[in-house]
């Protein structure tokens, strides 16, 4: 990141780097993946943005619990017609699996809460 930057015209000291990847850095492993970089310049979510997000929340969870599992996924979502698996190169399972897991930004669990959902689309 120190010389990407650089080769920008940006010159950070050790210790303004290290600020910056603390900001961004929302998984804690020491570096700045795409979406992480993505939600720290998007900012704040408006009003009707954050009101899209609960509706289609609200979709995938089927049963209110407030929480969406690969189930709910299951319910909504039918994995037989993904490109991969019409290929043959992944299970129906492991497409549900790995579209959960895009939602999944404080912990990878199986559930899904409306904050790590709303936080994907920050």
Do not use: C
């Not at 998984?27 to 943005?49: P, Q």
């Not at 289609?56 to 039918?78: C, E, F, M, P, W």
């Not at 199986?110 to 689309?121: I, P, S």
């Amino acid at each position: 990141l120190k010389w990407g930057l650089r080769d920008y015209g940006v010159d950070l000291s050790d210790r303004d780097l290290d600020t910056v990847i603390n900001a961004f850095d929302r998984n804690k492993d020491g570096r700045i993946d795409f979406n992480e970089f993505l939600r720290g310049i998007r900012g704040n979510l408006s009003a009707r943005r954050r009101a899209m997000i609960n509706l289609a929340y609200d979709q995938l969870d089927r049963d209110g619990s407030g929480v969406v599992t690969i189930d709910d996924v299951k319910l909504a979502y039918n994995a037989e017609e993904h490109p991969d698996v019409k290929e043959g190169t992944k299970s129906p399972d492991e497409v549900l699996k790995e579209f959960m897991e895009q939602w999944e930004t404080t912990e990878v669990d199986g559930k899904v809460t409306r904050e790590e959902f709303a936080d994907y689309y920050k």
